[in-house]
């Protein structure tokens, strides 16, 4: 089936790390996306990793990847006021000789003082 | 290199009207997607075109169609607007396909009256 979830909403302290977790259902899935929405603008993408790849590592971020359990984290180091954004975890599915991406429904994420 | 390109930013049209939307890909992108989001459900995949036909549909009624032109700029139609049109509609580019990481505009947010 197409399924991701993802907690609905993070509130977390100014410096602190936040971790954004999602989980998918296709084992079939290739690559595993971050994307970034704020307020009134498009979807950003922030990182990604291939399917066969446990860890990546990009400045203040963090992906961590769990095959077996389908489970898939966005860690965010330090972070910041500018942090706060709606986070979408998404699978590119490849099925049928074509691709797309199903999207999470989103995590909020706020960054308070 | 620009980014992907969407106009118009905002419409506001009634029920019963069209609505033609634009998306201009980054420069030697040949993938042209299209994501409808609303609170609701989320966002949700509409169609794919590459080299001027559609590869992949998602499940919206044939209301909504589209097409690509020869220099990868694509429109999306969506006739008989309906109040649940109303949405923020999302396009993203990749070279040749959603396998590859897409990226996306700022989307063309319309509101049905």
């Known amino acids: 089936g197409e399924d991701v979830e993802q907690s609905l909403f993070l509130s977390v302290r100014e410096g602190d790390s936040s971790v954004i977790n999602c989980t998918y259902t296709?084992?079939?899935?290739?690559?595993l996306y971050w994307y970034k929405q704020e307020p009134g603008a498009g979807l950003q993408l922030l990182t990604y990793?291939?399917?066969?790849?446990d860890m990546k590592q990009d400045q203040r971020l963090t992906v961590l990847l769990n095959k077996k359990d389908k489970h898939l984290s966005l860690r965010i180091a330090d972070t910041q006021t500018g942090d706060s954004a709606i986070y979408f975890c998404?699978?590119?599915?490849?099925?049928?000789?074509?691709?797309?991406?199903?999207f999470g429904a989103g995590t909020r994420l706020a960054v308070h003082p | 290199k620009a980014g992907v390109t969407q106009t118009p930013r905002y419409l506001i049209k009634t029920r019963g009207q069209q609505v033609t939307l634009s998306c201009s890909p980054i420069?030697?992108?040949?993938?042209v997607s299209w994501y409808q989001q609303t609170p609701g459900q989320g966002l949700q995949f509409l169609f794919e075109?590459?080299?001027?036909?559609?590869?992949n549909k998602g499940n919206f009624p044939g209301r909504f169609s589209g097409r690509q032109f020869s220099n990868s700029r694509s429109e999306m139609n969506v006739s008989t607007l309906e109040l649940g049109d109303s949405a923020l509609y999302l396009c993203?580019?990749?070279?040749?396909?959603?396998?590859?990481?897409?990226?996306f505009g700022p989307g063309t947010r319309l509101l049905v009256l």
């Open positions: 420069s030697g992108h040949r993938s």
């Open positions: 990793i291939f399917s066969n790849m």
């Open positions: 075109y590459f080299s001027e036909t559609q590869r």
């Open positions: 296709d084992s079939s899935s290739t690559y």
């Open positions: 993203a580019s990749s070279l040749t396909g959603p396998r590859e990481t897409q990226y």
């Open positions: 998404a699978e590119s599915l490849f099925s049928g000789g074509y691709n797309k991406l199903i």
